[in-house]
């Protein structure tokens, strides 16, 4: 068992993912099991004869400094969950608060 | 001081582009809230990041002018954290394979002197939104305006030993910065922003303590009181027998004290790893020699010339070099025939109120020239020559019909001077009978006089001889 | 559909009624998420209104739901997005409709595009039109079962690890994989952006290579975007003459499914009658394939659904109280994703934090060098095309891959190491066995996608893709 309980919370709470205490055990033999198929590349040698892969273009494009911006056919007040006076207002940020 | 405070900081400079760094908005300040956002700086699904080429290159002007290592090829990475004005979850940024490394800049120490400290790396970066915790009752509004703002980070060694060391390295950095037009560098404005890295320990201990991130200043001046600050705290903790904790900090500007962040539950796990949205950044050899030939002169470069172009003093060429405003304004003023000396006057003396105070040079050099003329041909006294100056920071007329206007012109003519001098002699009779009987002195006490009566208007160098003539009868 | 460019005009509105009656016969399936009669009207007449013909005029297309449409919802088959709308369209809707083209449906596909059976979508499962027991595959199936049914004769979908060609395969229809930059992934909602490439099914190799002639192409929107030109339509051939195709040995196991055996035997000797070579390759790292991909998607998956927090769109499960906005994020995110993506964020944020960075995240790295290298190492020494079975079995039954994530991951055990490398595959139905399709894998070098499409136009040409290949 690669993955504990207490793993699971820890990688929940970087991600910021709600998990129930119910589910915590199901999950982490879920995890387990995944992450002890994966490991098996670290039986392979280590071999970095192959030069490192890019996928796509070898280099990033750049854009001119030009003001274009890509058009919202709707404001944003249409898609967002709560948005006043102009802004996205989410609850106070509590414990992350800055100030 | 019991103990050694070292010092490094983090300095992020707005990139002055027109566009944002990942996408097409403009880049704004004061604008209504989320009026400049895309699908990109939005972190709406399916959007993706096209770097953009101005902010590159400003990226790579600032690392030349810092005498850092541009490497051709560099990664953007991902670093991943939740915050509110952090649309996709992850700032896009560099990390293990940033623009530029090492490099320095020179400053003058308060305490040791002239001395570099030194640059460990420049990256580049995305700028977050603003959370505004005041406009909605109870909740924190987001505007995204600001999100996708090109950012050059700019890292110090932690080679500063006291807060005016910090200081003359921000004054010294931003002047680079201001020099080579790579950012507007107003903390006000948030194109420059300050984070400090501090430790302390007992001087001659060559190992460093454990250090702490003080965030949330807004000005130099606040950037030195923050670190005397936690100077304090840390040298409170330490000699109650305590320990420094890793922390970030935030400066109370009000109350002059920096206070931790309320949660610190988990140290920060930025998973950082490369953007697969976007290839290598790859910058030939010849682009960055470019870079460097058309870099635009230094203020160390400048200060130098200065001396030797005009003959100023050392010290006045620290003074024309604080701003590249301050010294093309006083370039153009000699352009226009003004001799260097007095131009240094002028520019650093009454022009520079103006200036300090945020009002620029309202004043054409062309016209400042002819002022300065006027001194310089006895049309008007240099007393009189500020009252034309200050006039003609809101008056476009020219300077002599502002003299003349006031009533400022030099009067040289020896019938009106005689008048003048007549009526000092005839009021002061005790006087005339001193410098009779040999003391020769009171010249100068008869001088003021007749400056006085005129107002200011008669030319001294002129009211002496006629002031001796009619002594001698 | 059409027969070319500029040749017809009109028929949207027929076209558009006709759509609409096959998708609501069609509604058993469960392959789609948006669709409407009045939508479809609309596309009818802007395509009868258009001043030339192009492409795809009046040609009804199927959208994976992940690429995003300002006409109709785009959810990724996923709570966190109901109701959602993009402001934008992704780059490949704008060219289709320019190029005629309907958009008549979202289709249903396993959330995020994570799954290999589409039993993984927040609304339900997709059935297979050939069995409605079994899967269609996925994560495309919504996509890949519309074409299979006959509702709409082209459709996208997109492939992160196979996710086009395996539920091709299963349903029985042609799905294409370009190049990685060859299409624009600009609206395609990220999944693993350095794997992810929207790709195309058709019911013929002919219409899937109009599809992709019109949609592929350079993006100034795109980083990754390669500066290459549209993929030209396949120049049609009748025989495989002086053409050399590898088999990779790792990709015939002995103890293949001998339905998907027998098929793979008949179409490798239906092309050499056609005149090609074949030759025995190796791949030897191609069986690191799955646990590569198993740790590359999802790390990039883990940074890609961050922004997906309910903060500027997706409903809000949960107004908290104030003075916690994590927990918006965590019952947001928490109740919004469904098991399969919170697996994947969490296996993601595992991999890249402190202290496994190496030994996962840099260690796939390595490996997908070696995998890519592999192939390029093949194509190098004369071999034009490979040529393997796209899946290891046929399309399997509903919920008898649900209990085991890894089972599941192994269904993509011949798509991965392609989708790791970047590389243009195809799959083309080679035969049935028992009733359900097999599908054949063509494998070509970067940007070979019109000599791969006029391989498998010839096989399509002489194969009988339903009949039996046993007894």
């Known amino acids: 068992m690669s993955i504990g309980k207490e793993e699971v919370v820890h990688v929940a709470r970087l991600a910021e993912l709600a998990v129930s205490e119910a589910e915590l055990q199901k999950l982490a033999d879920q995890l387990s099991r995944i992450v002890d198929f994966v490991a098996e590349l670290n039986e392979v040698p280590a071999d970095t004869s192959a030069p490192p892969f890019q996928a796509g273009p070898a280099m990033t494009p750049l854009r001119e400094d030009i003001v274009s911006p890509v058009p919202l056919a709707r404001g944003p007040g249409s898609f967002a969950p709560v948005f006043i006076d102009g802004f996205f207002v989410v609850p106070r940020l509590g414990p992350m608060e800055e100030e | 001081m019991t103990w050694e405070i070292v010092v490094g900081l983090e300095v992020h400079v707005q990139l002055a582009t027109r566009s944002k760094m990942f996408c097409g908005c403009a880049v704004t300040f004061g604008a209504p809230p989320n009026t400049h956002i895309c699908p990109v700086c939005l972190g709406l699904p399916g959007a993706l990041p096209v770097p953009n080429a101005q902010a590159v290159k400003l990226g790579t002007q600032a690392a030349l002018a810092l005498g850092s290592t541009i490497h051709e090829h560099s990664v953007f990475a991902r670093k991943n954290y939740f915050y509110p004005d952090l649309p996709k979850g992850y700032q896009i940024s560099q990390f293990d394979k940033p623009l530029a490394t090492g490099g320095a800049v020179q400053i003058d120490s308060p305490e040791r002197g ?234 650093l003396g009454d022009a520079m109120t103006g200036f300090s105070e945020g009002r620029g040079f309202p004043v054409a050099p062309v016209r400042l020239a002819g002022l300065a003329g006027l001194v310089q041909d006895g049309v008007v006294s240099q007393q009189a020559a500020k009252r034309v100056y200050a006039e003609m920071e809101t008056n476009g007329e020219s300077p002599g019909a502002i003299a003349a206007r006031l009533g400022l012109l030099q009067v040289g003519d020896t019938g009106t001077l005689g008048q003048w001098v007549d009526e000092v002699l005839a009021a002061n009779p005790g006087e005339v009978a001193r410098y009779k009987g040999g003391e020769a002195r009171l010249i100068g006490f008869f001088v003021g006089q007749v400056m006085k009566k005129s107002g200011g208007k008669a030319d001294p160098k002129k009211v002496q001889p006629v002031l001796l003539e009619k002594l001698q009868t | 559909m059409s027969s070319g460019e500029g040749e017809k005009r009109g028929g949207g509105d027929e076209t558009a009624r006709e759509t609409g009656a096959r998708l609501a016969a069609a509604e058993s399936l469960n392959a789609t998420l948006h669709w409407s009669q009045e939508a479809l009207n609309a596309e009818g007449s802007r395509v009868d209104a258009m001043q030339q013909a192009g492409v795809l005029h009046a040609v009804p297309i199927a959208l994976k739901d992940n690429i995003v449409t300002t006409g109709q919802p785009s959810t990724c088959a996923s709570k966190i997005l109901a109701g959602y709308t ?81 539920p091709a395969s299963f349903c029985g229809v042609v799905g294409v994989k370009p190049s990685y930059g060859r299409v624009s992934r600009y609206g395609l909602v990220a999944f693993g952006s350095s794997l992810d490439c929207i790709s195309v099914f058709g019911d013929t190799v002919l219409n899937a290579s109009r599809v992709l002639s019109v949609i592929s192409g350079h993006d100034p929107l795109e980083a990754t975007s390669v500066r290459e030109a549209p993929i030209a339509l396949p120049a049609m051939r009748k025989d495989l003459k002086g053409i050399t195709i590898g088999l990779p040995r790792e990709y015939f196991p002995a103890d293949l499914h001998p339905g998907v055996k027998a098929a793979t035997d008949r179409a490798i000797a239906t092309m050499r009658e056609l005149g090609a070579t074949f030759r025995e390759v190796s791949l ?188």
């Open chain 2, 114 to 347: 002239p001395m570099n400290v030194s640059i460990t790396r420049l990256h580049l970066e995305e700028d977050a939104g603003k959370s505004l915790h005041d406009r909605i009752p109870g909740k924190t509004a987001v505007d995204l305006n600001r999100a996708g703002a090109p950012l050059a980070e700019i890292v110090s060694g932690h080679d500063m030993r006291s807060p005016g060391e910090a200081r003359a390295y921000l004054t010294a950095l931003k002047q680079i910065l201001q020099f080579a037009g790579i950012s507007e560098c107003s903390m006000e404005k948030g194109s420059l922003r300050v984070d400090a890295n501090i430790s302390i320990r007992r001087h001659g201990d060559p190992k460093l303590g454990v250090k702490t991130e003080v965030k949330n200043m807004n000005s130099f001046a606040n950037v030195s009181r923050a670190l005397e600050a936690e100077y304090e705290r840390q040298a409170g903790l330490l000699e109650s027998g305590g320990k420094v904790q890793q922390v970030t900090l935030l400066f109370n500007a009000a109350t002059g004290t920096v206070k931790p962040m309320r949660s610190k539950e988990e140290s920060h796990d930025y998973r950082y790893f490369p953007d697969p949205d976007l290839p290598p950044l790859v910058l030939a050899g010849s682009w960055i020699d470019e870079q460097r030939r058309s870099l635009p002169e230094l203020p160390s470069a400048l200060r130098v010339r200065l001396q030797a172009e005009y003959a100023v003093s050392e010290y006045h060429a620290h003074q024309l070099t604080l701003d590249r405003a301050v010294a093309d304004y006083f370039e153009a003023v000699v352009r226009e025939g003004t001799e260097p000396a007095r131009a240094v006057g002028w520019v």
């Open chain 3, 86 to 166: 993009s402001p934008f369209n992704a780059t490949v809707v704008d060219r289709l409709r320019r190029a005629g083209a309907m958009i008549a449906a979202k289709a249903n596909m396993d959330e995020f595009a994570m799954g290999s059976s589409t039993e993984h979508s927040a609304y339900g499962r997709v059935k297979n039109p050939i069995d409605h027991d079994r899967v269609p595959g996925g994560s495309s199936g919504g996509s890949a079962a519309l074409v299979a049914a006959g509702v709409v004769p082209v459709a996208l979908g997109s492939e992160t690890g196979g996710s086009v060609r395996q």
């Open chain 3, 284 to 471: 030897p790292h191609s069986k690191y394939a799955v646990p590569t991909y198993y740790i590359v998607a999802p790390a990039e998956a883990a940074a890609n659904l961050a922004r997906f927090d309910g903060v500027r769109y997706g409903p809000r499960h949960i107004e908290p109280p104030d003075g916690d906005v994590r927990a918006l994020y965590q019952t947001t995110r928490g109740t919004g994703f469904g098991p399969e993506v919170r697996r994947r964020i969490l296996v993601g944020t595992y991999v890249l934090s402190a202290g496994y960075y190496d030994s996962y995240y840099n260690k796939a790295q390595q490996l997908r060098a070696q995998i890519a290298h592999d192939f390029r190492a093949v194509f190098a020494d004369g071999v034009d095309y490979l040529f393997t079975p796209t899946t290891p079995t046929p399309a399997f039954r509903a919920g008898e891959k649900s209990e085991d994530p890894v089972a599941m991951y192994l269904a993509d055990i011949f798509v991965c190491a392609v989708s790791l490398a970047g590389l243009p595959a195809m799959s083309l139905p080679i035969g049935r066995d028992a009733g359900l399709p097999i599908g054949g894998q063509i494998i070509a070098p970067y940007f070979q996608e019109p000599g791969m499409l006029a391989v498998a136009s010839a096989v399509e040409g002489v194969v009988d893709a339903t009949a039996e290949v046993r007894g």
